[in-house]
């Protein structure tokens, strides 16, 4: 049963520290997705990756926030500095097919709380 | 503005009794639309999308949804409820075809009572 990896699975730190976040999409697939889950904005895309490709990254604040694929087995999201605001759940979710139409599958998540 | 509103953030109804959440869309032309279920400290999982065709749409764990283009809904509905369905339910839209823009609701949480 193919499933999507994160880890960690929970993270606290400390305002001001960096947090990598990786997502282990399932083989095969060729699109991933990063969302944030907060109580306040619900679901929210922060990017979109298609064949390795960033294709839109927009929902992300550009000066602290960054997501790279180095390999189609993984996917990655950093935060630097990490700040109060940015606690939340962290999802990444992956998929295959035309876009648009493509089923997502998600990962169980990375809670994140920084102090 | 695209949107998809859920009315209802929470619900409860009786084991047994039938089901039926509600999702609107603000989007000028055909959406494609999906519904997808959140277990407690779990990711989303796809119940059932619409792209096109027959406006009634079977999904797994016995959920269906219907495409009302005259309203601009996609409700979900079940008509035997489980306890097991307790859960945050997800109504989203895709911006069309080739598009990744997908806009999720805000999530109607569900109560089984026994």
């Known amino acids: 049963d193919a499933r999507v990896t994160q880890t960690p699975r929970h993270k606290v730190t400390e305002m001001g520290q960096e947090v990598t976040m990786r997502c282990q999409p399932i083989?095969?697939?060729?699109?991933v997705f990063w969302y944030r889950q907060t109580m306040m904005q619900g679901l929210e895309l922060l990017a979109y990756?298609?064949?390795?490709?960033?294709?839109?990254d927009s929902g992300m604040p550009k000066d602290r926030f960054s997501a790279e694929m180095p390999d189609a087995t993984l996917a990655t999201l950093k935060i630097q500095p990490s700040e109060p605001r940015d606690s939340a759940v962290y999802f990444c979710?992956?998929?295959?097919?035309?876009?648009?139409?493509?089923?997502?599958?998600f990962g169980p998540g990375t809670r994140l709380l920084v102090l | 503005a695209q949107s998809v509103t859920q009315p209802d953030i929470h619900i409860t109804v009786s084991e047994g009794a039938s089901l039926e959440l509600r999702c609107n869309y603000s989007?000028?032309?055909?959406?494609?639309l999906f519904w997808y279920v959140q277990s407690p400290g779990q990711g989303l999982q796809l119940l059932l999308k619409?792209?096109?065709?027959?406006?009634l749409v079977q999904g797994i764990k016995g959920f269906e949804a219907e495409f009302k283009r005259s309203q601009s809904s996609f409700n979900l509905r079940k008509p035997s409820v489980h306890w097991s369905d307790a859960a945050e339910y997800f109504c989203?839209?895709?911006?069309?075809?080739?598009?990744?823009?997908?806009?999720f609701g805000t999530g109607t949480r569900l109560k089984v009572l026994a």
């Open positions: 979710a992956s998929g295959l097919g035309w876009a648009g139409q493509e089923t997502q599958y």
């Open positions: 083989l095969g697939h060729n699109t």
């Open positions: 990756f298609r064949n390795r490709a960033p294709l839109d």
């Open positions: 989007y000028g032309a055909t959406p494609y």
């Open positions: 619409y792209f096109s065709g027959d406006t």
């Open positions: 989203a839209v895709a911006l069309g075809s080739g598009t990744y823009k997908y806009i």
